[in-house]
Nanobody
Framework: QVQLVESGGGLVQPGGSLRLSCAASERTFSTYAMGWFRQAPGKEREFVAAISWRGRSISYADSVKGRFTISRDNAKNTGYLQMNSLKPEDTAVYYC?????????????????WGQGTQVTVSS
């Protein structure tokens, strides 16, 4: 079973940047596709970005395209989400997730493993 731990959240002003990390407990993390999701208060969990196990296939939600970059370092069993030009509407708890298999997907139910989440607050 893969355990995921997110870090890097915090308070940032609009226009600022944050880099989230997702550390996996297993070396087999390299065989899992990884996704980032977020959930704001009173809203459903929504897809942010996903990356295939080798990093060759990537997808983004339209709302973050051009501002966020997903990546991974399989040697370190860690995934990343670089967030630039942050907006107040990006405020949410951000979760990383992993699914066995190569392809990234935007569907939360297709991910078997989830982290506990890290809070991102964008406010002046």
């Amino acid at each position: 079973q893969v355990q995921l731990v997110e870090s890097g959240g915090g308070l940032v002003q609009p226009g600022g940047s944050l880099r989230l990390s997702c550390a996996a407990s297993e070396r087999t993390f390299s065989t899992y596709a990884m996704g980032w999701f977020r959930q704001a208060p009173g809203k459903e969990r929504e897809f942010v970005a996903a990356i295939s196990w080798r990093g060759r296939s990537i997808s983004y939600a339209d709302s973050v395209k051009g501002r966020f970059t997903i990546s991974r370092d399989n040697a370190k069993n860690t995934g990343y989400l670089q967030m630039n030009s942050l907006k107040p509407e990006d405020t949410a708890v951000y979760y990383c997730a992993a699914r066995y298999g190569s392809g990234p997907t935007a569907v939360p139910s297709e991910y078997m493993y989830w982290g506990q989440g890290t809070q991102v607050t964008v406010s002046s």
